[in-house]
């Protein structure tokens, strides 16, 4: 990450939003998406993505009619990020764009800062 540049929340692609939207329609719940980074995984963090509730600190990000939603332990972390939705061969799912790492695993699921 460039010294210089200001840190920002994460950014939320239309596509990740479409993607949540899609979810709410298959299970007939709306729940926001949670992206959060914690401890472990063989390069030091990972990120933990799931189908949430909000809390009273979470940084909401709203689109589409859709939210998804950073807790503050995380934020520092997903600065300057890019949520993502990525359907490829090997299976679709939302991805993280993150300048902050500086390396990552072979199994592309853990990180190192």
Same mark, same amino acid.
């Given at each position: &990450? +460039?010294?210089? &540049? %200001?840190?920002?929340?994460?950014?939320?692609? %239309?596509?990740?939003? @479409?993607?949540?939207? +899609?979810?709410?329609?298959?299970?007939?719940? *709306? *729940?926001?998406?949670?992206?959060?980074?914690?401890?472990?995984?063989?390069?030091?963090? !990972?990120?933990?993505? *799931?189908?949430?509730?909000?809390?009273?600190?979470?940084?909401?990000?709203?689109?589409?009619? !859709?939210?998804?939603?950073?807790? !503050?332990?995380?934020? %520092?972390?997903? @600065?300057?990020?890019?949520?993502?939705?990525?359907?490829?061969?090997?299976?679709?799912?939302?991805?993280?764009?993150?300048?902050?790492?500086?390396? @990552?695993?072979?199994?592309?699921?853990?990180?190192?800062?």
């Amino acid at each position: &990450m +460039e010294l210089n &540049m %200001p840190a920002q929340p994460p950014r939320v692609t %239309p596509r990740a939003f @479409a993607r949540l939207a +899609e979810i709410a329609e298959m299970t007939g719940e *709306k *729940k926001a998406l949670r992206v959060a980074v914690e401890g472990g995984g063989c390069s030091g963090f !990972q990120y933990d993505i *799931k189908l949430d509730d909000a809390a009273a600190d979470d940084l909401v990000i709203e689109g589409g009619g !859709q939210v998804v939603l950073v807790d !503050q332990v995380s934020l %520092p972390f997903l @600065a300057n990020a890019v949520i993502d939705f990525s359907e490829e061969l090997i299976g679709a799912r939302f991805v993280i764009e993150n300048p902050n790492v500086a390396s @990552a695993c072979g199994c592309g699921t853990s990180f190192s800062i």
